[in-house]
C-alpha cells in the first residue's frame, strides 16, 4: 500500500462504545463507528432515532456518558467542525428576537441581517465569493433575517456553513425549505466541496437525497446502529429507505380523525380575499397587484420558488404581517382593520409551519401543546375540562404518539414536534387549515401518514385549506387548486 493510499485511510474521528443521552434517554449504546480520511458519510433513521444527538455529539455539544470519542486530527476538534441545524436555526433566531426587543427597548429599530449572519457587510456583494453565491444569497445580505422565508434562511446559513471551509462539515438536513433548483444548487456545491477535500456527514430523513460523493452510510433503527458502511453495499435507495423506517407499527395504520365542536356563527362563503395586494421590504417587491381569493371547502396548494413571497402570504392572513392593514384583504367576510381583532380571526384558523415551530419553546408537555391550539396561544394558560383532555388525547392517538402526552415538548425530536404541531392545528377542526411545510423533518412513514391525514380532512370538504410544499411527490390528491408565485398573477 503506498503512502497515499495509506494518508486516505487514516482515522479521522473514532468512536468507542459510545453511548449517549437526550435528557433522561440513552440512546446509540456501545456505539463504535470510525470516518476516515477521504469518507463522506449519510446517516439515515426515523425521527427520534438519535441522528441529529450523534451529529451533535461529533461537534461537540452533546455529552458523551460512555465510552471516548477520539479526534484523530486538530482539524476536526468540535470547534473546527462546520455545522448546520434546525437547532442552530433555532438558536439564530431566539438570539435575534431578543436582540430585537432590546432595541425596541431602547428606541432603536434595527436588526440582525443577512450579512452580520454571514459575517460580512450588510450590502458588501464583493465579499461574496462566487461559490459562495451558489444559492443566490446576496441579494438577501442588507435584509433582516426576520423577514426572510424559511427556505432564504436555510440559505444563509447553508452558506455560512460552506464559507468556512472546514475539514468536516456536518449538514443535519440542508435541503428542507428549500426548492428544487435551490436543491440542485447546493447538491452541486456539496459535490464541489468533497472533490476539494472537505468531508461530509449528510443527516437526511430521504434517502434519495443521497447524492453522488457520499461513499458511506450510517442507518439507525430504534436508537441503535442498524447497518453501516459502503453505500452500494448497503443497497438500493429504495432498500435504504425500508431499512432506516420503523417497519409496520400502529402508527402506519389508518386512523379516525377526531373532531372538535365549533358554536354556530354567520358562515361567509369566501374565506380569504386579497385585492391588488403590494408588499415591499424597502426597495424588494415581494407581491405585487396580487389578486386570490379562498371559498370555504377549497383546497388550495401554494407554489413558487423561495422568496416568491409565499411566506409573506400566509403572514398576511394570519396577521403576523401588518402591512395587511394597508392593503385590501377580507378575511371570512371582513376587512382587515376594519375593527375586528387578531384573535377572533386566529381563533378560525389553524396554522402548521416552520416559523411557528421555532417560536414555540415554551418549557410545556405535549398534552398542553395540543391544548394551547384551542386557544391559539404559544404555551397553555387556562383551564381545560375533561372532555377537551381527552379530545387532546384522541388526537396524540391519531398521530401515534399517546405514550408521549406527559413528556415536555422541547425534548422531543424536530419531526416529532411537527407531528405534535398538525395535530395542535387540527384539535378545533378550524374553518382555514394552513399547512405551511408541514412534512419537513418528517421520515418517510410520519411523511406518509400526515399525508393521509392532510389527504382526510382535505376530501370531507368541511375546513378549506392552504397548503404550502416545495416537493411536487407531496401534492396529494384532494387539491383542487394552485396558486403559482413563481409565475405571472
Known amino acids: 500500500m503506498d503512502q497515499r493510499r495509506e494518508e486516505r485511510e487514516m482515522p479521522l474521528l473514532t468512536l468507542r462504545e459510545v453511548t449517549l443521552r437526550r435528557r433522561d434517554v440513552l440512546l446509540l449504546p456501545g456505539t463504535c463507528w470510525e470516518i476516515r480520511t477521504g469518507q463522506n458519510w449519510a446517516i439515515l433513521g426515523a425521527n427520534g432515532s438519535g441522528k441529529s444527538v450523534l451529529a451533535r455529539a461529533i461537534k461537540g455539544d452533546v455529552p458523551i456518558v460512555r465510552g471516548e470519542l477520539i479526534r484523530h486530527a486538530p482539524?476536526?476538534?468540535?470547534?473546527?467542525?462546520?455545522?448546520?441545524?434546525?437547532?442552530?436555526?433555532?438558536?439564530?433566531?431566539?438570539?435575534?428576537?431578543?436582540?430585537?426587543?432590546?432595541?425596541?427597548?431602547?428606541?432603536?429599530?434595527?436588526?440582525?441581517?443577512?450579512?452580520?449572519?454571514?459575517?460580512?457587510?450588510?450590502?458588501?456583494?464583493?465579499?461574496?465569493?462566487?461559490?459562495?453565491?451558489?444559492?443566490?444569497?446576496?441579494?438577501?445580505?442588507?435584509?433582516?433575517?426576520?423577514?426572510?422565508?424559511?427556505?432564504?434562511?436555510?440559505?444563509?446559513?447553508?452558506?455560512?456553513?460552506?464559507?468556512?471551509?472546514?475539514?468536516?462539515?456536518?449538514?443535519?438536513?440542508?435541503?428542507?425549505?428549500?426548492?428544487?433548483?435551490?436543491?440542485?444548487?447546493?447538491?452541486?456545491?456539496?459535490?464541489?466541496?468533497?472533490?476539494?477535500?472537505?468531508?461530509?456527514?449528510?443527516?437526511?430523513?430521504?434517502?434519495?437525497?443521497?447524492?453522488?460523493?457520499?461513499?458511506?452510510?450510517?442507518?439507525?433503527?430504534?436508537?441503535?446502529?442498524?447497518?453501516?458502511?459502503?453505500?452500494?453495499?448497503?443497497?438500493?435507495?429504495?432498500?435504504?429507505?425500508?431499512?432506516?423506517?420503523?417497519?409496520?407499527?400502529?402508527?402506519?395504520?389508518?386512523?379516525?380523525?377526531?373532531?372538535?365542536a365549533r358554536k354556530a356563527e354567520p358562515a361567509a362563503d369566501i374565506l380569504v380575499e386579497m385585492r391588488n395586494v403590494h408588499v415591499a421590504f424597502g426597495e424588494v417587491v415581494v407581491l405585487d397587484r396580487l389578486n386570490w381569493s379562498v371559498r370555504r371547502g377549497e383546497n388550495w396548494a401554494v407554489v413558487g420558488p423561495n422568496g416568491s413571497g409565499k411566506t409573506t402570504l400566509l403572514a398576511l392572513i394570519t396577521g403576523d404581517n401588518l402591512q395587511v392593514y394597508a392593503n385590501e384583504v377580507r378575511l371570512f367576510g371582513h376587512k382587515r382593520g376594519g375593527g375586528e381583532s387578531i384573535w377572533e380571526i386566529r381563533r378560525r384558523i389553524g396554522l402548521v409551519s416552520p416559523e411557528l415551530q421555532l417560536r414555540y419553546r415554551k418549557p410545556v408537555d405535549v398534552r398542553k401543546v395540543l391544548l394551547s391550539g384551542l386557544f391559539d396561544s404559544i404555551g397553555l394558560y387556562r383551564k381545560v375540562d375533561a372532555e377537551q383532555k381527552a379530545l387532546a388525547d384522541s388526537w396524540l392517538a391519531c398521530i401515534g404518539m399517546e405514550d408521549r402526552a406527559d413528556k415536555p415538548f422541547n425534548q422531543l425530536s424536530y419531526g416529532e414536534k411537527r407531528l405534535v404541531?398538525?395535530?395542535?392545528?387540527?384539535?378545533?377542526?378550524?374553518?382555514?387549515?394552513?399547512?405551511?411545510?408541514?412534512?419537513?423533518?418528517?421520515?418517510?412513514?410520519?411523511?406518509?401518514?400526515?399525508?393521509?391525514?392532510?389527504?382526510?380532512?382535505?376530501?370531507?370538504?368541511?375546513?378549506?385549506?392552504?397548503?404550502?410544499?416545495?416537493?411536487?411527490?407531496?401534492?396529494?390528491?384532494?387539491?383542487?387548486?394552485?396558486?403559482?408565485l413563481g409565475g405571472k398573477r
Open 421 to 484: 404541531l398538525v395535530a395542535r392545528a387540527m384539535i378545533k377542526s378550524p374553518e382555514l387549515l394552513i399547512l405551511d411545510e408541514p412534512c419537513q423533518g418528517l421520515d418517510p412513514s410520519n411523511r406518509d401518514m400526515v399525508l393521509a391525514l392532510m389527504e382526510e380532512i382535505g376530501r370531507r370538504h368541511v375546513t378549506a385549506m392552504i397548503y404550502v410544499t416545495h416537493h411536487e411527490t407531496e401534492m396529494i390528491p384532494c387539491i383542487q387548486h394552485v396558486l403559482d
Open 75 to 260: 482539524e476536526v476538534a468540535g470547534e473546527r467542525i462546520g455545522y448546520l441545524s434546525f437547532e442552530l436555526q433555532e438558536e439564530i433566531l431566539l438570539r435575534e428576537a431578543r436582540l430585537e426587543d432590546f432595541q425596541a427597548f431602547s428606541g432603536k429599530a434595527c436588526g440582525l441581517t443577512a450579512g452580520e449572519v454571514l459575517g460580512i457587510g450588510d450590502m458588501d456583494g464583493a465579499s461574496v465569493e462566487p461559490f459562495d453565491d451558489l444559492l443566490g444569497v446576496r441579494c438577501l445580505l442588507g435584509r433582516s433575517i426576520r423577514v426572510l422565508s424559511n427556505g432564504e434562511i436555510r440559505k444563509v446559513l447553508i452558506t455560512r456553513a460552506l464559507r468556512s471551509h472546514p475539514k468536516l462539515l456536518i449538514l443535519d438536513e440542508p435541503f428542507a425549505g428549500l426548492d428544487a433548483a435551490s436543491r440542485e444548487s447546493l447538491g452541486r456545491a456539496i459535490s464541489a466541496l468533497m472533490s476539494t477535500g472537505t468531508q461530509i456527514l449528510l443527516i437526511t430523513q430521504r434517502p434519495e437525497e443521497i447524492i453522488p460523493g457520499i461513499s458511506h452510510v450510517l442507518v439507525i433503527r430504534d436508537g441503535r446502529v442498524a447497518g453501516a458502511g459502503k453505500r452500494e453495499e448497503l443497497g438500493t435507495t429504495e432498500k435504504l429507505k425500508l431499512f432506516s423506517e420503523r417497519g409496520i407499527s400502529p402508527r402506519s395504520l389508518p386512523r379516525p380523525i377526531p373532531t372538535a
